[in-house]
């Protein structure tokens, strides 16, 4: 099965809440970022945990590995069942993070290569396939891979055989959700959803792709 990730990243935890709670029974975890945790706080997730869904924060931690570490430990605490860090600071750095989730029951998501058009910039000529295999050797449990190039994705799974692969940039940003879906373990979905004119229809009608695998 492809999960069905809701990339929350409004700014409003009323409105966080509303859209949380009308999607929740077609999706399968919940990925929030600085927009809503800056606004709103970690306890945010103690106000998601009633709909009993994963929460991962994506922080793309990268930073020392003190510094990481401490992160890490505080979005544990908060609830949170998974963290995502980037790769290119280096093994000690990503270590921390994977370590810490290890230690806490949760797991650990190194980028390997990003969504956005600006990505292609410094994640190609081979350091994406770095970053994939320095995850793989530090023991995480997967990497983040772009839905906006399939064809990456296929190269970056050859690399993590089995691990999980979650894929941004379906929707907005013009990754298509079939495609992808055949591909990876979990499709992430923003702006496509939460700003929908109704998002609980919107994520009903993403909700096919956790058949695709």
Known sequence: MTDLILAL???EKKKALSIAEACAPNID??????PLILSSGLSIADEM??????LIADFKVADIPNTNRLIAEQVFDAGFSSIICHGFTGKDSVLACVETAFECGGACYVVAEMSHPGATDFFHGGTAEKIAALAMECGADGIIAPATRPERVKILRGIVGTRKILSPGVGAQGGDANTIAKLVDGIIVGRAIYEAEDPATAAKDFAH???ER
């Open 9 to 11: 990243d409004v700014m």
């Open 29 to 34: 975890a919940i990925k929030l970022g600085y």
């Open 49 to 54: 945990a009633e709909h009993d869904l994963p």
């Open 209 to 211: 792709v956790r058949s």
